[in-house]
């Protein structure tokens, strides 16, 4: 596995090793010693998710405010644009954020620690998005910042609006949003 450090401290992008034949491929997509032994981070994983999601949907910028989530995401088929931005308010990167293309082509994958908003486009005409949380699921602690906040001023790689949930059309500006400490 190869790490790849970002403009954000603690946010990394993964590149497993892929070995391919006329058959396939194999690819370790985790391994918490190779992990741990180069990001630094020791993480347990308590809940695997997977999304399907068409063409121009847009989810986030989501995060949790208690029993907040560290989440390892990648793309098992179609290509998204993958966006963390940092919510914590004493970090010299607070509303700075970093997109990646996650694809099932590149097999990159995405490390998006507790302290982040994350959200996605999708950019082929489905994708499968599978996730790994640090912590478990808790609506009534989820929360959710604008995708299109100018203050944030993501460079998402869309032409048309997106397709957004009710719980997206209502998100707030990252001035307005609980954020962390």
Not at 38 to 53: I, P, Y
Request: charged residues 25%; glycine residues 8%; aromatic residues 12%.
């Amino acid at each position: 596995m190869k790490l790849i450090k970002t403009e954000i401290p603690d946010l990394y992008i993964l590149e497993p090793k892929v070995y391919g034949d006329e058959r396939g491929f194999f690819m370790e997509s985790f391994n918490a010693n190779s992990f741990s032994e180069l990001a630094g981070v020791d993480v347990q994983f308590v809940q695997d998710n997977h999304s399907r999601s068409t063409r121009g949907v847009l989810r986030g910028l989501h995060y949790q405010i208690k029993q907040p989530q560290g989440k390892l995401v990648r793309v098992v088929r179609g290509a998204v644009f993958d966006v963390a931005v940092d919510i914590r308010k004493s970090s010299p990167t607070f509303g700075h954020w970093v997109g990646v293309e996650l694809s099932e082509q590149n097999h990159k994958e995405f490390w998006v620690p507790a302290g982040f908003a994350h959200g996605f486009v999708v950019l082929t005409d489905s994708a499968d998005f599978l996730y790994k949380t640090t912590d478990y699921y808790a609506p009534e602690y989820e929360r959710c910042i604008s995708w299109d906040d100018p203050v944030i001023g993501v460079e998402w790689p869309i032409e048309e609006e997106p397709i957004l949930s009710d719980k997206d059309r209502a998100g707030v500006s990252l001035k307005q949003a609980e954020v962390f400490a």
